[in-house]
């Protein structure tokens, strides 16, 4: 991996880690009910390889820093690493406006079916997993959707000046 890439991937752990830790003072970023603002970021493998990396250290330095088990860390982190793939390979194999759009999907997708079965068996939570699956689904298309759709618009307007 270039310094150049290595560098990226650490700058989007942080801000990965930072916007995670603001939820988290909101109440936000664990449970039933989940508006990571950090999960806009998932967007960024469309632009840069090096965010898949960055994203998954930085899910997994967030579950450690806001108190997540052993297992959300290893399973939240995992989708989380799922949904930046999936995103990169849209990004490789779509090359339309399209992406922009189609990018928040792996995310969303991957974090609606994972999160929900972790807060059920792993925590424990009263609920089911339908219900949690509605609940942390619509959490995703709130960051991952709407926030992630921001994040792509704005930085392939500016993709020139971020140099991607």
């Known amino acids: 991996m270039k310094t150049k890439d290595l560098t990226r991937a650490v700058i989007i752990a942080a801000m990965y880690v930072v916007l995670t830790y603001i939820a988290n003072l909101f109440g936000l970023s664990n449970g039933v009910i989940q508006v990571r603002f950090s999960e806009a970021l998932t967007v960024l493998p469309l632009f840069t390889a090096s965010a898949v990396p960055g994203l998954f250290v930085g899910c997994i330095i967030s579950n450690l820093l806001t108190g997540a088990v052993v297992l959300d860390v290893i399973f939240g982190s995992l989708a989380t690493l799922a949904g930046a793939i999936g995103t990169y390979f849209i990004g490789r194999f779509i090359k339309s406006r399209a992406a922009l759009?189609?990018?928040?999907?792996?995310?969303?997708?991957?974090?609606?079916?994972?999160?929900?079965?972790?807060?059920?068996?792993?925590?424990?939570?009263?609920g089911t997993?339908?219900?949690?699956?509605?609940?942390?689904g619509a959490g995703e298309v709130i960051?991952?959707?709407l926030l992630g759709i921001v994040v792509a618009v704005t930085v392939e307007k500016n993709k020139n000046r971020l140099g991607l």
Do not use: D, H, K, W
């Open 129 to 136: 997993v339908p219900f949690f699956m509605l609940t942390v």
């Open 143 to 145: 960051s991952c959707g």
């Open 101 to 126: 759009y189609l990018s928040p999907l792996p995310p969303i997708i991957a974090n609606t079916l994972v999160v929900p079965l972790v807060l059920r068996y792993v925590y424990q939570a009263e």
